[in-house]
């Protein structure tokens, strides 16, 4: 691999220290599918999706990913008080926005509307129904049904425990691309 390209890739490990510009730009270019398959032959198939998301902008591995990261959420929350399901979908969905960042929305997914408890449709209360949004801690707190205060004291850490089992993954993943 050209040194170039792993300097990006680099940078991309990092991202959480990365200005927020290159955050957003480094989610597409770089790596092809093809190249990405070749790197993790072997590989748990989490860390595969990671690399195809994250490096090849194979933006269909997005769920996936969420998904596990909902399913980590429920793994080390042994210690979190008051954490219902919906409000860890909501952190790994933060969490997953950030790390990886799109344009749409975390929560609709573009969609604009999510449904009520009815399951009537609702416009979205994270992007106000645009369908794009990178939510603020105000839009966080309002979502996960929480006091203002308990963001820094409480949640900010939860979504740090979060990406870091994500930056554990996202190293191995870095580690096997670079032998590219
Ligand atoms: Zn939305």
């Not at 597409?28 to 398959?37: C, F, N, Q, R």
Request: net charge positive.
């Amino acid at each position: 691999m050209k040194r170039e390209a792993a300097e990006t890739l680099i940078s991309r490990l990092n991202a959480r220290t990365g200005s927020y510009a290159m955050r957003v730009q480094g989610v597409t270019g770089g790596l092809s599918g093809v190249d990405v398959a070749a790197a993790m032959a072997g590989a748990p198939r989490i860390e595969e999706s990671i690399a195809r998301l994250k490096y090849a902008g194979q933006e269909e591995y997005r769920v996936e990913v969420w998904q596990w990261l909902i399913a980590v959420a429920i793994r080390i929350s042994d210690n979190w008080r008051k954490c219902s399901f919906e409000q860890k979908e909501l952190l790994a969905a933060f969490v997953l926005n950030e790390v990886v960042p799109n344009r749409l929305c975390p929560v609709c997914h573009g969609r604009t509307w999510t449904p009520d408890a009815k399951g009537m449709e609702e416009t979205c209360a994270c992007c106000d129904g645009k369908g794009w949004a990178f939510p603020t801690k105000k839009h966080k707190v309002k979502l996960l049904g929480v006091a203002a205060e308990s963001w820094s004291r409480t949640w900010a850490d939860r979504a740090n425990q979060l990406m870091d089992e994500f930056d554990q993954r996202d190293r191995r993943v870095i580690e096997r691309v670079m032998k590219l």
